[in-house]
């Protein structure tokens, strides 16, 4: 029996009338709307003054650490469309990562809504009605997306990957939750004791969505026992989870650094340090990514 061997060379495709082809280009289109919405709620916001003004100190720090990470998975969005249109690997390898930037951004904002019951409040039904619209559609458009592209190569194994290969998407998605769960420890165990108080707000956000990467890194860890090629989708989507994680952490300590007294140098620094490791890990998983089909 042949063996299929996973390359970065053109395939060529199906018919482009075809549901699946159809579908690819659907996809393309939603992640190209998104991206555009995303950048005219941000436009919007600081147009309108909003960034200085809106709700309280902490309602505005909290939101006012969004537009890098929203802007970077924004960036991913265009151009995982632009590669889906073009058929491109690419645009698979994008797309996941934009789909785990979408999943840890709708899980942050549904628990801070919850935690505040501003899904709860209609004294402004636009307003309401838009925060609901907001976690849904980041929601359905991740999930969607992750679904499509595990869905075209479910039958796919990773027998083609070296060991060394295994190794390295394996050990990466099983520090992930090992790293969250010592720091989510640290923050209710001692952290948040003496914290100030928007710190805390921020802070106290984080449990859903770091727990829905945890849950994308033990499934992949799983299809790397299985031998399964999910393990690349869902490692590029624990990648996009995470890059959102530590680009929001900075923005909010660099924007609200009178919040942290003493030596910031120490925990920007490792911060940077998950984020260059969690691109490397991106793009070894990127060069593990067969060609969409």
Not at 36 to 62: H, I, K
Not at 70 to 88: K, T
Not at 242 to 262: E, K, Y
Request: glycine share 10%; proline share 5%; aromatic share 10%.
């Amino acid at each position: 029996m042949a063996t299929t061997t996973l390359t970065k060379q053109a395939i060529p495709g199906p018919d482009k009338n075809t549901p699946r082809e159809t579908g690819r280009l659907i996809l393309a289109g939603t992640f190209a709307l998104t991206a555009l919405g995303v950048s005219a709620f941000w436009a919007s916001w600081f147009a309108s003054g909003d960034y200085a003004s809106a709700g309280d100190a902490c309602y505005r720090a909290f939101e006012n650490a969004f537009p890098i990470p929203d802007g970077v998975m924004s960036m991913l969005l265009v151009a995982a469309a632009l590669g889906l249109v073009r058929r491109s690997a690419i645009g698979a390898a994008l797309g996941l990562s934009a789909c785990g930037m979408l999943l840890y951004l709708a899980s942050l904002d549904t628990l801070y809504n919850l935690q505040h019951g501003a899904f709860m409040d209609w004294s402004d039904p636009g307003e309401t009605i838009s925060k609901i619209y907001i976690s849904l559609h980041c929601y359905a458009l991740g999930i969607w997306g992750i679904a499509a592209f595990r869905s075209a190569r479910r039958k796919e194994t990773v027998a083609a990957f070296r060991p060394a290969s295994r190794l390295l998407v394996g050990t990466f998605c099983a520090v992930v939750p090992l790293g969250l769960g010592i720091s989510s420890l640290h923050w209710f165990v001692s952290g948040q004791q003496a914290a100030p108080e928007c710190v805390c707000v921020f802070r106290n956000a984080f449990p859903l969505a770091d727990g829905l990467v945890v849950a994308m890194a033990l499934l992949a860890v799983a299809d790397v026992a299985r031998r399964r090629q999910g393990a690349v989708v869902w490692g590029l989507a624990v990648c996009g989870g995470l890059g959102f994680r530590v680009l929001i952490g900075l923005a909010f300590r660099i924007g609200n650094a009178g919040l942290f007294p003493g030596d910031a140098a120490g925990p920007v620094a490792l911060e940077a340090g998950i984020l260059a490791a969690t691109l490397f890990a991106a793009r070894a998983l990127w060069l593990l990514e067969p060609n969409p089909r």
